[in-house]
C-alpha cells in the first residue's frame, strides 16, 4: 500500500482527494492536514466521509508528512513551495496541485503571484503533470506541478491543432466558462450563492493567473509563443468547466474529426465525441473525464473546440491521482473508475 | 456473472441503473430496452455512460428478457404488472422500481393509480425492498417491489419510534422535500428549469401516491393504522430528498440517539448522525445512504427527525441493486461503496 | 418629499430599500451608511443602481441622519438600539429592520441573542410594524420593530385559525424554508453556492432566535402561550420562504377558505388564493405580496396552510416602506405596487 | 389610454408583456389570446398577476384584435406572419415579437426557418426594432419586427466599434451565454431542471436562426458583409444573457471607453461601465437595461466586449414596449423604469 499524505484536507480538492483515495485500492491515507481544524475527525466535517475516512486532522509536520510515500498539496499558492524540498529530500514523493511548480519562469511567476519563489531551483526538475503531454516524464518524477483547472481543459483543447500547426497560433481565443468551486471554500462575498446564483459574468478579463500557464503549454506544443486571448468567466453551478476555443485554420485540414480521434485513441481520459455532437459538464461531472467536441462553422476557417472537465477531477484532485498513479507504476485509472453524475 | 435486463433504460432511474451496474463486478447488463429509442446506442444518448456501456437500446421483448437472470422495471407505474407473470414463469426475478406491486391492498392500488391492476394474484408474492425491514423475505423473494423515493425516507426516519410505540401514531406528519429529478425525464412544463428553478412549492396536498405506501409500511411497523399528515415539497435542486418528520412522544425516552444507534447498527446504509447533528442532502447524493438526525427542540414533547436519502440511489436504483445483491447472495452493498460527491 | 436615511445600505435589506425608495414618488434617499463602503459610490457596489441612486456611502453620523424624516436600520443586530434614542429625541421615526425591538421581554431578548439589550425603555413603545395586525399602532408610531422574515410568513398563515380558536394552539408545527439572501450578505462557508447549492438542509433545530418572536406573536393572536415547533430549511435558492404550517382543528369548521378570505379581504399585501391551490414562491418574487393556500388533506383534522413571501420585500424591505407609508399617511402601497418577476 | 393586444399571452415573453403593461400608465391590455388556455383567467394562469390583469385568455380573432390600438405577437415563429397584414389593413399597429419579419431576405428567412415566408410584400416595410439604431423608423413604422435576444446584446456590443470601422470585421466572434427562458415555456426534454441545471453546454454550434440577423444588422453598422463566428450557450440560470465578443483592432484607437461612451451617451437603455469594470446578468435581471463593459486584454490588439441583458426584457418584451413607447410618441421609457432585481 501507498502512503499518502494531504496536505490542506479542507478544501474543495482536498476533500475530493479523500473522496477518491478512499476507495483506491492501493492507497492507505495515513496524514490529512489542516490547521484551523487540527484536532478534528474529518468526517465531522465533511459527513459523505463517514465510515470511509477514519482519520483526524492534524496540523502540518514534516516529520509525519516524511513517513508517507507521497504527499500531495491540496494548499493555497505558497504553501508547497515552503515545504517540497525537505520531503524531496526525506524520499517523498510530492504533487503539487496549487501553482507553485506550474510555471518554469520563477520571475514570470513572482509577477502573476505577487511572491518571491521560495526554491526556484527546484521548478526545474518539477514536471507538469498534465499525462496526455508528459506521460514518460511523469513516471520518473519526484516533483509534479499539477496543471490547473483551466490550463488542462483549454490545452487539451487546442493541442491537436497546435502540434501540427494547423491554426494561426498568434490569434487564438479561449472563452472559458467555471462552476463556482473552482473558487474555492473560503469565505468570499463573490462566491456567496445570492451573488453568483442565478448570474453570469466574466472576470479577470485584464489577465488571469492561468494565462501565463497556458500560454506556456501551447508554446510547448506548437514550438513558438502563441498570442491568447483568454477570458475566464463564473457560472451558476458547483462543478464544471467548458472551454470554447476558437483558432483560424491556416492549412487546408481534411478531417478535423480524425485529427483529434488519432490524437486520444490511447488516452483514457479525453474523449472525443462524435461529429456533430456537443460537449456538456454534466456528462463528466464527478468523473475524471475530459470530452471534446470538434466543429466548423458555416464550413468557413474558424474552428471552434468545445472542452469539458470537472474542474474538480481532472481539473485537479483526479489529475493528481491519474498523476500517482503513473509515479508508482500502477494502471493509470486504477481508482478512477467512476461515472459521471447524471443528472 | 449476473445477467441483468432493464426495461425502461431512457429514465432517470434506467440511467442510474446503468451507472452503478456498469461497474458491478457481479452483472453483466445484457438488455436494455426503450421503445422510444429502440436502435441506438446507449451512450450516444447519454455520453456520460461512453466506454462504461457497450448496448444498444432493443424494443423491449419478452424472449430477450428471459435470457436473463434479473430484469428491473425503471419503467412507468403500470409496465411491469403486465410482464411480470411471463419473466417469473420463466424463471426470471423481477424488481420492480415502479409502484406496480407496492401496496398490498389491489383495490386501494386502483384508487390511486387509475387503472385495474393487471395481475392482483402476484401483489401477495411480492415483497417490499425495503432490507432494512424485510431483508431475510428478500433474500428468497422472485418478485422485489422497490420502495419509492418518498417512502422510503420518511419510513427509514419514523420506523425507530413506532416500532417501539414511542410517539402518537395518530397523529404523524412528514413534511417532505425532494429535488426535481424525482419527477422524471419526462418533458413537463412544471419540472422546466424556468418554473421550478429559484422558486419552492408544496404539491399534491390533498393526496399523493406515496401516501397509502408509507401508511401501510407505518402500520406493519406499528402493529396498527397510523394518521399521516405527507406534504411532498419540489426542491429547486436536481437529486435529494429531505423528510423532516414530527411525532408526539407519548413515553418518557430515556436516549432517542442510542434508539436510533442501535436499530441501525448493523445497517450498512443507514447512517445516525452524531447527536446535535442537522441531516444535508449533499452529503448524500450519488451515494446509496441514508442519513439520519434526531432533535427534540427545547426539549418539548415533539420530536424532529430528519432523513436525507439521494432519491435516485436510496430512493430508487441504488436500492433496488441492494435488493438484487441480496437476492443472489452477494454482499450487500456491492457496486455501492461509492461516497457522496461533495461539493 | 420624505427625507430617509438608511444606516447600513450594504446588505441586501438595505439594497433592496434602495430598490423600493429609488422608484417611490414620496421618497428622498438623503443619507446611506456603511462603515465599509464609506467614501464610495452606491452605485459602484451596485451597477444595478446606476441612474437611480445618485449617492456615496458615508459613515454613520447622528447628525447628519437627525436631518432625515425617517432612519431605517438595515443593520445587524445590535444596532439600532445604540442609536434609536437619539434619533427619536430629535424627531426622527425609525424603523428597524432588525431584531432589537422586536421581542417585548428585554430578558427573553438577552438570552437569544447573546447581548445585553442597549435601551429597554424603548421596547415598550416599539410598534411591531405587522400592519395586519397592528395596522392603527403605526400610523401613530415613533418607533417600529419590523418583523423577521420567518416569523412574517409564519404569523400571516396562521392568525385567521389562531384569532378564531380553531386549531390546538398547544401543537403548532410551522415547517419553514428560506432562500439564501435570508442569512446576509455576509462572506460566510455555509452560504457560498458550493456550500448551499444542490442541498437542502434544516438548520438550528434546538432553537432559532425567531422562534421567540413567532411565539409572542401567535401568543397576541390566541390570547394565550401557544406550544410551537419550528424547524426552518436552507434552500437552494436566492429568494423566498415558504411556510408550512401544521395545526388540529378542535373544532368544527365550516369553511376555511372563507375564513382567511374574510380575514384578509382588505389587505392589499395578502392574498388568498382559490381553493385547491398551491402556493410558489416565485409568485411573489420581487413583490411585497404573502400568498397564502388553504388544506384540509384528506378531509382530516390537520389543517395545513400554505404562505409564501420574498423575504426580501414582504419579508424586510417592502414591509418596512410599507410600515413608512402609513406612518406619514401616504397609502400603504405607495412605491409596492410591483409584479413579481416570473420566470 | 392605448388598447394593447397581445397574441400569444401564455410563453415567457406574452407574460412578460403583460407584467410591464400591467403598470404601463398609458396603456390597457384589451386582449390577451391563447389557444390552449381560452376561457381561462390569466391570473388561474399565472398567480403573480393576480390583482393586477383582470382577464380572461380569449382564442386569437382578427375582429377582436383589429379593436387594438397595437397588437404584440409573442407567438412561435409563422404566426404573425399569417395575420399581420389583415391587422395592418385595419390601422392596428403590429409589433412582433418572433422573427417573421427580422430578415430583409425572404428567402435567407425561408432556409433558416424552415418554411415559405406567408407575406413577403411586408418584408420590406418592417422596421427592425432596436431604437439604438432605428429610433426614426420606428416612430412613424407600422410593423416592428422586434429584435432576437442574442442579436440585441451583440449588436449593442459591436455597433460602435464596426461603424467606425475600428475592428476587422471578416473575423468577429461572438462567444454568447443565455439563461434557459430563452428556449420558451414549452415542455422539453432539453430545457428540464434535471438536464440544464448544474450544467453548462454549447449548443448549434453548425448554425443558429439569430446568425443571419446579427450579421444583416452588423453589416448595415459596418456598411459591408461581415464574417461572424456565433456560439450560443445555454446557462443554468433563468433570466440573462451575457455576450462575449471578440474583435481584432485594426486602428490605432485612443480610447474605446470614449468611444462607447460617446456612442451610446443618449441613450436611456444602454449604460457604458465605468473602465476595468466586468458586466453581469443580475446587474440588469428585471430591467430594460444592457451594460456593457470593453477590455483590451494585456494591451494586445484584441478588443472585448462584454453586453449583458434581460433576454426577457431589453432582449424581447420590454424592447417591444419601448417600440411601442416610441411609434406612439409617448417617454421611451414609460413603464420601464424599474431596478433590476438584485440578489
Redesign the interface.
Known sequence: MIRAGIVGGTG?TG?ELL?IL??HQEVDVAVVTSRADAGVRVD?V???????VDAVFTAPDVEALAACDVVFFATPNGTAMLMAEQLLARGVKVIDLSADFRLQDAKEWSQWYGMEHACPDLIGEAVYGLPEVNREGIKTARLIACPGCYPTSVQLGFLPLLEQGLIDAD?L?A?V?S???G?G?K???A?????????????A???HRH?PEIRQGLHAATGKPV?L???P?L??????I?A?L?G?LQADVQDLQALYEQRYRNEVFV?V??N????????????NRC?IAI?Q??G?N?V?V?S?IDNLVKGASGQAVQNMNLMFGLEEDLGL???????
Open positions: 474543495y476533500v473522496r478512499a476507495l465531522a465533511y459527513p459523505s466521509l463517514r465510515g470511509y490569434h481565443i472563452d466558462k462552476g463556482v468551486s473558487a471554500r469565505a468570499e462575498l462566491t456567496l450563492m445570492s451573488e453568483c446564483g442565478e448570474s453570469f459574468k466574466a472576470y478579463v485584464p489577465g494565462l498570442g486571448t483568454f477570458v468567466h457560472t451558476p453551478m458547483i462543478r464544471g467548458h470554447t476558437y483560424r474523449d465525441l462524435p456533430g455532437a456537443h460537449a456538456d459538464t454534466r456528462s463528466v461531472r464527478g468523473s470530452q466543429h462553422p458555416q468557413g474558424t471552434v468545445l469539458v473508475r467512476t461515472v459521471a453524475l447524471y443528472p
